[in-house]
């Protein structure tokens, strides 16, 4: 018997309605400590830099990766991030992920190391490139492999006035379970002068390499991001939407950063300086990089 058309118009209201407020998952990853571009610019040798990233999804997955496990609905995910430059190629880093669920408790989510491998001078380039290696020990909550590497291949161009970027990432856990997941990102931004940026960033897992998930079981996310400066302190602020039932449908993310001053290193005038934030995992680069013509 087919439903009356008064009927028929609850259901189709109760469908929309569960469309925009439950987000059910799939097989893809819900666990968002950093989202951010990598675009080769590495610490000082000798330096530390910090940054704070803090992720919020206002509508995210309300069911789990798999049994057990994280859901993304109304939490907060982030991590501190600590890099040090030990060569002008090679920058070390390390991490300690975390989350806060819709119920307000906390989790940690292990920790994380990283080694950052660019072409020297990636800042002052229009083409650069680079790679980064990231092996994390992750919890129970948020991964089915406690063990995973992070393969995140670096290129782009720049110009005094645009900046292109691609981080084509291969995301590979190690055990039973253990998958190789492609996860690619891009940024393209626009320079508006004194440390100030608009773009858009794209961010996506299409799951198993040789095996990519239904389109709509993907995760697909496009933000608009903005970049400036508060006096010395670096400052990334973004809006998501995804545009799969497999994304979070809406996401906030912040990202803080500091560069500490070079030991050692003074200004003209016998003073010591803190260099502009360049870290490798900074969505953008220092200003005297857009200097070129």
């Known amino acids: 018997m ?3 058309p008064c009927a028929a118009g609850v259901i189709a209201a109760a469908a929309v309605v569960c469309m925009v407020t439950a987000r059910p998952a799939f097989a893809v990853d819900q666990v968002h400590d950093e989202i951010q571009l990598y675009n080769a610019a590495i610490a000082e040798v000798g330096q530390w830099t910090y940054e704070q990233h803090l992720n919020y999804a206002a509508l995210g997955q309300t069911r789990p990766e ?3 496990g994280f859901t993304s ?16 190629w090679w920058e070390a880093g390390f991490y300690l992920p975390f989350a806060v669920n819709g119920a307000g408790e ?7 190391i ?3 491998f660019v072409v020297p001078d990636a800042a002052k380039r229009s083409f650069f490139y680079g790679v980064n290696f990231e092996l994390g020990y992750e919890m129970s909550q948020f991964s089915l492999t406690p063990w995973n590497l992070e393969i995140r291949p670096i290129i782009g161009v720049r110009n005094s ?3 292109l970027i691609a981080n084509p990432i291969v995301d590979v856990g190690f055990g039973p379970g253990g998958e190789a997941e492609f996860a690619p990102a891009l940024r393209l931004a626009r320079n508006l002068g004194q440390d100030r940026f608009i773009g858009l960033e794209y961010y996506a897992d299409f799951g198993r390499i040789g095996d990519f998930l239904p389109l709509r079981e993907q995760y697909q996310e496009l933000y608009a991001v903005t970049d400036f400066k508060v006096n010395t302190v670096d400052v990334e602020l973004g809006i998501g939407h995804g545009f799969t039932p497999g994304s979070d449908g809406l996401m906030l993310k912040a990202i803080i950063g500091y560069a500490f001053p070079v030991p050692g290193k003074s200004d003209d005038a016998g003073t010591s300086q803190a260099t502009p934030l360049a870290m ?3 969505t953008r680069s220092s200003q005297n990089a857009w200097s070129m013509k």
């Open 66 to 68: 798999f049994p057990g």
């Open 106 to 112: 906390f989790f940690s989510d292990g920790a994380k």
């Open 73 to 88: 609905n109304h939490s907060l995910q982030g991590t501190p991030e600590f890099a040090y430059g030990m060569t002008n």
């Open 280 to 282: 490798g995992t900074s």
């Open 114 to 116: 990283r080694s950052l």
């Open 161 to 163: 006035e645009w900046e």
């Open 2 to 4: 087919k439903p009356r």
